[in-house]
């Protein structure tokens, strides 16, 4: 779905090094997500935000920080990593999350922490 | 929370052939999409069907949400075929909380 577009594609980081990802999209949806996918498992939810506040945080560790700055940006900054950090992190928007509608996905960022 | 099991987990085919990807679920369900993860990483969107049957060129898929299942159709398979089929629900009052099964990789030799 290019749709949703995610920068960059690839990051490799040091543990103490801080980042973020980021993830646009024009389609007019109010519900964007963060998903984080490790290798040969699915995509597993992290973040939900629904017309730019934060709805759900599926207990993730605070060392992963969203922001969602306005209905078309998502960030996901990233400090203080551990080497288990490293996944495919996609992001994912739909028209809101009252309605039934599809999830559309962005081609993902990887992730490699060193 | 809801279940989601895809069968079968492997599945090796000759280019050309035909494959049926089952995906059973175990609450009743507002959303389910159907999704293709190529080698590269890119999960792309296949179909939005919680009820009904829909096709796409090569591709069609069923979901008989009664009886609480789902099954995506791949005709004269190719090479580009070649990933994981993810079979991914949402149940209760809205979408936000997609669960995915665990895919079924598909290979399609030439």
């Known amino acids: 779905d290019t749709e949703v577009t995610q920068t960059p594609k690839h990051l490799v980081m040091g543990m103490t090094n801080k980042k973020s990802l980021k993830c646009e999209q024009h389609?007019?949806?109010?519900?964007m997500y963060w998903y984080k996918q490790k290798a040969k498992k699915p995509p597993e939810l992290m973040f939900v935000?629904?017309?730019?506040?934060?709805?759900i945080n599926e207990s993730v560790p605070s060392r992963f920080s969203p922001e969602c700055p306005n209905s078309s940006l998502l960030n996901l900054h990233l400090h203080a990593l551990q080497p288990e950090d490293s996944a495919l992190y996609l992001c994912?928007?739909?028209?809101?999350?009252?309605?039934?509608?599809?999830?559309?996905f962005g081609d993902g960022t990887r992730l490699s922490i060193l | 929370g809801i279940q989601v099991e895809q069968s079968p987990p492997d599945l090796i085919l000759q280019e050309g052939a035909n494959s049926t990807l089952r995906c059973n679920f175990s609450?009743?369900?507002?959303?389910l999409q159907w999704f293709h993860q190529n080698p590269w990483g890119q999960l792309i969107n296949l179909f939005y069907?919680?009820?009904g049957t829909k096709q796409n060129g090569r591709l069609s898929a069923t979901t008989v949400a009664t009886e609480r299942y789902s099954l995506l159709y791949i005709s004269s398979s190719q090479t580009t075929d070649s990933g994981v089929y993810f079979c991914?629900?949402?149940?209760?009052?809205?979408?936000?909380?997609?669960?995915f099964g665990k895919g079924t990789l598909l290979t399609v030799n030439p």
């Open positions: 994912a928007s739909s028209q809101e999350t009252g309605s039934v509608e599809a999830q559309h």
């Open positions: 389609m007019g949806h109010r519900a």
């Open positions: 935000y629904s017309y730019e506040k934060l709805s």
């Open positions: 609450d009743s369900v507002n959303n």
């Open positions: 069907i919680p009820s």
């Open positions: 991914a629900v949402s149940s209760g009052g809205s979408n936000y909380k997609l669960t």
